[in-house]
């Protein structure tokens, strides 16, 4: 079972469309989340950190769901400049080691 | 802001080729990362750094090695390139605390 997963996808999206992903770890005693964003042949970048409380960047909403070991991401409002691959991330604390999902590929269409 | 460098975008090299891959970053920090993406299998680490002549290995640390002598650089090196090698190389570097890694362009490297 791999450490951390998501749906490869891809989602394919309207316009305006309000889009989630979901991504589960199996390391109960993980300590910092993040989402990044890969462009097509591009580095990865960082999106956001996920807190446990939830937190919200824009059209961009964060949760974490440590009783079920789950991130979400929701992107409300798709614009075509969403479409890219996100990773899920998780600091499983042992330095400052990140350990990266497969990622979810979503295409928003005009 | 923070600039990750790698020293080729694309590679094309020869099975038992030596090849070296370089990666600057210019923010001074202390820990640094080699990966490899492949589709469908994300994100491995094959070695990180934490210090300048220290490593540790990663995932996938079979058929590499690595090299940093000084704290801004740290080097790829595929002893004998074999074609299972091919593959996206992607340098890090990352800021502790937020630990936001700091990507390179990548190099994306073809073994024939």
């Known amino acids: 079972r791999k450490e951390v997963e998501q749906d490869p996808g891809p989602f394919n999206v309207p316009e305006g469309a309000t889009v989630a992903f979901n991504c589960t770890y199996s390391?109960?005693?993980?300590?910092?989340f993040f989402w990044y964003r890969q462009d097509c042949r591009k580095e990865p970048k960082l999106l956001m950190s996920?807190?446990?409380s939830g937190n919200e960047d824009g059209r961009f909403t964060a949760q974490l769901n440590r009783a079920s070991q789950y991130i979400s991401l929701l992107i409300r409002d798709s614009k075509l400049s969403d479409s890219a691959t996100y990773l899920c991330?998780?600091?499983?604390?042992?330095?400052?080691?990140?350990?990266f999902g497969g990622g979810t590929r979503l295409m928003v269409k005009p | 802001d923070v600039k990750v460098t790698q020293s080729s975008r694309y590679l094309v090299k020869r099975t038992g080729e030596k090849v070296f891959l370089e990666c600057v970053q210019d923010?001074?920090?202390?820990?640094m990362f080699w990966y490899r993406q492949d589709p469908g299998l994300g994100l491995r680490l094959i070695y990180f750094?934490?210090?300048?002549?220290?490593?540790e290995k990663g995932d996938i640390p079979e058929g590499y090695s690595v090299s940093r002598e000084k704290k801004e650089r740290f080097s790829l090196i595929l002893e004998s390139a074999s074609t299972n090698q091919t593959s996206m190389y992607l340098c890090?570097?990352?800021?502790?605390?937020?630990?936001?890694?700091?990507f390179g362009p990548g190099t994306r490297l073809t073994v024939t």
């Open positions: 991330v998780v600091n499983y604390n042992a330095g400052n080691m990140l350990t």
């Open positions: 923010m001074d920090h202390e820990n």
């Open positions: 390391n109960s005693a993980s300590q910092s």
């Open positions: 750094s934490y210090d300048v002549k220290m490593k």
């Open positions: 996920v807190y446990s």
């Open positions: 890090a570097s990352i800021n502790p605390g937020p630990y936001e890694q700091y």
